[in-house]
């Protein structure tokens, strides 16, 4: 390996154990607002030397959210690729985000916005974006239940996606606040929610 390959592969190194740490504050001081002073002390770096990796926070938050983003929508395709109906689509993609924020309690203080009061204004825009992402598709796959599926909403399309991230957003909110895992009860409860979602399309005489 020549030296400027050293050097690059040093380099993402260093940045990934950088957001690694920020990833573990946030896990284990709840409530608290991570500074660059206690980061650089965590990582054994001087803030200097931090901001030679990032040029700001706002760009170690951006690489975490970049990190939610491309997990989560690379296995929102993978779902589409792989199951056909729509209402099996809604449950997985649902699910897939709920385990997601269960298994990462510092990203989920991220998707909730918690940990990002105070910080630049475009990174709860970023996330807030993250959400609108995730509705639309959710829009798109209820649209496209009357063509696949023979079935519709029993609500319009909006409201019925408005309602499933409403009680996604809720989760993830209740688990960054209290602790409680955000897949407790989830299947008992989302049979209880399919079961009203979705009506068979009349069949035209």
Excluded at 93 to 122: H, Q, S, W, Y
Aim: aromatic content about 6%; hydrophobic content about 40%.
């Amino acid at each position: 390996m020549t030296q400027a390959k050293e050097q690059k592969t040093q380099k993402t190194s260093r940045k990934e154990q950088i957001l690694q740490v920020l990833v573990h504050m946030l896990e284990n001081r709840p409530g608290t607002k991570v500074t660059t002073s206690s980061l650089a002390k965590e990582v054994g770096l001087s803030e200097a030397a931090l901001y030679r990796h990032f040029a700001s926070k706002a760009k170690m938050f951006e690489g975490l959210i970049e990190f939610i983003e491309e997990t989560i929508f690379s296995r929102v395709t993978r779902i589409l690729q792989d199951e056909p109906q729509a209402l099996y689509r809604c449950e997985h993609i649902l699910t897939l985000v709920l385990a997601f924020a269960d298994k990462n309690p510092g990203l989920c203080r991220i998707m909730t916005g918690e940990a990002l009061v105070g910080e630049d204004a475009r990174l709860r825009t970023r996330i807030s974006q993250f959400y609108e992402r995730l509705e639309t598709q959710l829009k798109q796959i209820l649209r496209e239940a009357e063509i696949r599926d023979q079935m519709r909403t029993v609500m319009p399309v909006p409201a019925t996606a408005q309602l499933l991230m409403s009680i996604l957003e809720g989760r993830v909110q209740q688990y960054s606040r209290t602790g409680r895992s955000p897949v407790d009860n989830w299947p008992e409860q989302w049979a209880f929610l399919a079961d009203g979602l979705l009506t068979p399309v009349p069949v035209s005489a």
